[in-house]
């Protein structure tokens, strides 16, 4: 139905010819669809032992995780960052964002391919009662185990962005690039720059080591020819 969202579900089935729909209500009676709604659960009810706000619904999120992955390659770039799903009604899962375009709702964590914005993966945010130490780091883990290594380049925000997460990436062979938040000291700053270009230097050197041994050995193989 979100093809054809209306304020009330009463009014797919109105007898206003301004509100009806004609497919829904000829698919079948409000009655029986209500039905269906208010019994239907993705996981049995009965066997499930619930631990948080999702665990009704963990089975389906895994496997749209799985499919997403699994139907897409992604880019070279690729971005963490939250988004939004709005939603008001009262749940312990719903969140407050003032300064997102969507004011209430679930917040999620994302990583997204940068060329054309597909969501490759995703992570539920739920409040604790105990504020989780080392969230940002964690989510950006989580989120990228499936790409380590492939020579990504990770792009996120100010809330993401710190000095060890991205000297973590480095050395996984992905690369790193964020926004400076303004508390990093400028000493870090400076050691963590030095390593960079000194890391930097070195790699330019063994290629052009590798590219000289190339040119002589070609020309030594030129000269090596009979007049």
Not at 12 to 29: E, H, P, Q
Request: charged share 25%; glycine share 6%; proline share 3%.
């Amino acid at each position: 139905m979100g093809v054809d969202p209306k304020s009330s579900l009463d009014d797919y089935w109105s007898t206003d010819v301004c509100l009806v729909n004609k497919f829904v209500s000829t698919t079948m009676s409000k009655n029986l669809f209500k039905d269906i709604h208010r019994s239907f659960h993705v996981d049995d009810p009965q066997s499930a032992t619930q631990t948080s706000a999702l665990d009704r619904v963990n089975s389906l999120l895994s496997n749209m995780i799985t499919k997403s992955k699994e139907f897409f390659n992604l880019h070279e770039n690729i971005s963490i960052d939250e988004a939004m799903i709005k939603f008001h009604v009262k749940h312990s899962g719903v969140v407050g964002a003032p300064n997102k375009p969507a004011k209430r709702g679930y917040k999620i964590y994302t990583l997204a391919d940068g060329h054309t914005g597909y969501i490759w993966d995703f992570e539920v945010y739920l409040r604790t009662a105990k504020r989780e130490e080392g969230l940002t780091k964690r989510v950006v883990e989580t989120l990228c185990k499936d790409v380590t290594g492939k020579h990504h380049v990770i792009y996120v925000d100010k809330f993401y962005t710190s000095i060890p997460s991205t000297s973590q990436s480095k050395t996984k062979g992905d690369h790193g690039v964020g926004q400076d938040t303004g508390t990093t000291s400028h000493t870090d700053c400076l050691s963590w720059l030095t390593k960079g270009l000194q890391a930097l230097l070195k790699m330019q050197t063994q290629n052009s080591r590798r590219q000289s041994k190339r040119n002589k050995g070609w020309l030594c193989r030129v000269s090596d020819l009979p007049p």
